[in-house]
Nanobody, 125 residues
């Protein structure tokens, strides 16, 4: 049974930084892509960043240059380093895994497919 558990969400001031973590328990297929998505109040799920099984990364335009996705395979943990945070970054951030990948997955998250965590709240004021 696979579980994804996010942590690290907090309330921060604009311009600040946060690191989100996603601990994966259980065994995911080795070919899946991992990603971070977010959902602002009253909005649809939005792609943030993905990282493939080969380490290839993709970022949504609003976060390019500010956010960095990484993973530690030995610790089964996915990370999202967020810098220069803006109020519009406020959202619930979800960790996910899927056979979908890259910009296609970012553009069309389909949260009812693959594996998703419960989310962690990030508030930027």
């Amino acid at each position: 049974h696979v579980q994804l558990v996010e942590s690290g969400g907090a309330s921060v001031q604009a311009g600040g930084s946060l690191v989100l973590s996603c601990a994966v328990s259980g065994t995911l297929p080795s070919s899946v892509c991992m990603g971070w998505f977010r959902q602002g109040a009253g909005k649809e799920h939005e792609g943030v960043a993905t990282i493939g099984s080969d380490g290839t990364t993709n970022y949504a335009d609003p976060v390019k240059g500010r956010f960095t996705i990484s993973k530690d395979n030995a610790k089964n943990t996915l990370y999202l380093h967020m810098n220069t945070l803006k109020p519009e970054d406020s959202a619930i951030y979800y960790c996910a895994a899927s056979f979908r990948y890259g910009y296609k997955w970012l553009a069309d998250p389909r949260p009812n497919t693959g594996w998703w965590g419960q989310g962690t709240q990030v508030t930027v004021s």
